[in-house]
């Protein structure tokens, strides 16, 4: 499929509507980000996605668009309620896949001797790789007390506090979660990865905040140059994946939308329209796995404390750990937006991008309210995160979406045949970057170089006013599943 792109500005391009699409595609790039989003199949997925019914405004895609089961990774698209569908590859398989972000009132200057010990005693203490298992091993009823209540469970359960709830997206739990429509399959492999990182992209960072672009922002987050944080990037684990893998198996076997045909462009885009049962259920089901990653990071974050704690023979009011904020990547939600002037409630999907929110939405916590909520946007271990505020922009273009990461630049498959021969961790430390991973295989797969350029990404978002640059943080120690 040959796809005509039209530039709109430096920071957006259209793909105008043609032949069976319902709406434009409209992607935020600048030229040079465009020239690799060509040659992958995520600007014909972006056409694909509107042609789903029920779309409305644009199939829409962030800076870091790459190719994806179904949806591209980036993809952004809002379905009527009434009309409209939800397609599980408009999620992903790793289900509420977010990050969370805590501030300390350590700086690096004091622990930089410490890196390694850190990074070592992280490695250690936090469960990672494929398959790994957690220190908590469920029963079936407290499973799906934890598939309820999310992050709360975590907290009543002793990691973490009560204001973490406040700093977590949706106070970290999703209504509607529903555990009688879960499969046994989900539901064993949900028993015992609660405080466990998993593998692939997912990592736990010791960073440094290196810059900082606006003063004001970065003091109502509580960020200052200098200082030490801790980044964590975790999903569902294979709950979720089993969740998304029942759902896609029975929405591919009944006719596309779940009660009447039309035609799917790609049978990778398997969806139902969301007033049928099946989908009912799945957003039953995905609303578990979404809890099940909240509670998850919730019980990262308090175990990263307690490592830190022991390894540098502090107390907790040395080390100061407070969450600044988390939030989720893959996921559909039902919100209020906009559509031609009046106020309609929509479905949301938004695989591999992250809610940005602007100052005084009704659904900032209070905290938040003047700043805009904290967007986490996440490099690879050799390079910057960052730290964004929420802006109007994003209410009037993406449904209140800005990217959530770099992007995928090489495959998998191709990053490790470009690192033959080399020693990736050894490339790091000459970089002053201290890395610990589960395999070889998995530094090669995850090596800088296989991402596109991130400051690029936040600048394109920054440009487009999605959301605005509060910090940068520099990765020193990171563990890889």
């Known amino acids: 499929m040959s796809i005509k792109l039209e530039k709109v500005d430096e920071h957006r391009w259209l793909i105008p509507q043609t032949g069976a699409m319902r709406v434009p595609g409209l992607i935020f790039a600048n030229s040079e980000l465009m020239k690799s989003i060509r040659e992958d199949q995520s600007l014909t997925q972006v056409a694909n996605v509107a042609t789903l019914p029920g779309i409305v405004g644009h199939s829409l895609a962030m800076p870091d668009i790459h190719w994806g089961y179904g949806f591209p990774i980036g993809g952004v698209a809002a379905f009527d309620l009434n009309e409209g569908i939800v397609s599980p590859g408009g999620v992903g398989y790793d289900i509420n896949c977010g990050c969370r972000l805590m501030t300390t009132l350590l700086r690096a200057d004091e622990i930089r001797p410490f890196i390694k010990e850190m990074t070592s005693a992280l490695f250690r203490d936090i469960p990672s790789g494929v398959g790994s298992t957690g220190p908590i091993h469920l029963s079936k009823s407290k499973e799906s007390e934890v598939a309820v209540k999310g992050a709360a469970w975590a907290v009543k359960m002793g990691f973490g506090v009560a204001g973490d709830l406040d700093r977590t997206e949706d106070r970290g739990t999703m209504e509607g979660a529903d555990p009688s429509v879960l499969s046994e399959r989900a539901i064993k492999r949900g ?33 200052f140059e200098g200082q030490v944080t801790i980044f964590i990037h975790s999903g569902s684990r294979g709950f979720g994946h089993q969740i998304c893998d029942d759902f896609l198996k029975e929405m591919t076997k009944g006719p596309p939308g779940g009660q009447k045909s039309f035609p799917l462009p790609d049978r990778q885009l398997a969806c139902a329209f969301l007033k049928s049962d099946v989908a009912r259920r799945y957003l039953a089901a995905m609303a578990c796995a979404a809890n099940y990653a909240w509670a998850n990071r919730q019980i990262l974050m308090h175990c990263t404390m307690e490592s830190l704690l022991k390894t540098l023979s502090i107390s ?61 946007i996440p490099g690879d271990m050799g390079t910057h995160s960052y730290v964004l505020a929420g802006a109007e922009g994003a209410m009037r273009q993406s449904f209140g979406s800005s990217c959530h990461g770099a992007g995928r630049l090489l495959s998998r498959t191709q990053a490790v045949k470009r690192a033959k021969g080399r020693a990736i961790h050894r490339e790091l430390e000459d970089r002053g970057v201290f890395v610990q991973s589960r395999g070889k295989r998995t530094l090669q797969e995850e090596m800088p170089e296989a991402y596109k350029d991130i400051s690029q990404v936040v600048d394109v978002v920054h440009g487009a006013n999605l959301a605005q640059k509060v910090a940068r943080l520099r990765p020193l120690g990171v563990i890889k599943g």
């Not at 440094?208 to 509580?222: H, L, P, R």
């Open 191 to 223: 028993r015992d990865q609660l405080g466990t990182l998993g593998s692939g992209n997912h990592f736990l960072e010791i960073q440094v905040v290196d810059q900082i672009y606006d003063t004001e922002k970065a003091a109502s987050y509580n960020l």
């Open 316 to 376: 907790p009011k040395e080390l100061g750990l407070n969450l600044l904020y988390d939030v989720c990547h893959n996921i559909a939600k039902k919100e209020e937006h906009l559509v031609h002037g009046k106020p309609v409630m929509l479905c949301v999907h938004r695989k591999g991008a992250t809610r940005a929110l602007p100052p005084r939405h009704p659904l900032l916590p209070e905290i938040y309210r003047t700043a805009g909520q904290p967007v986490l």
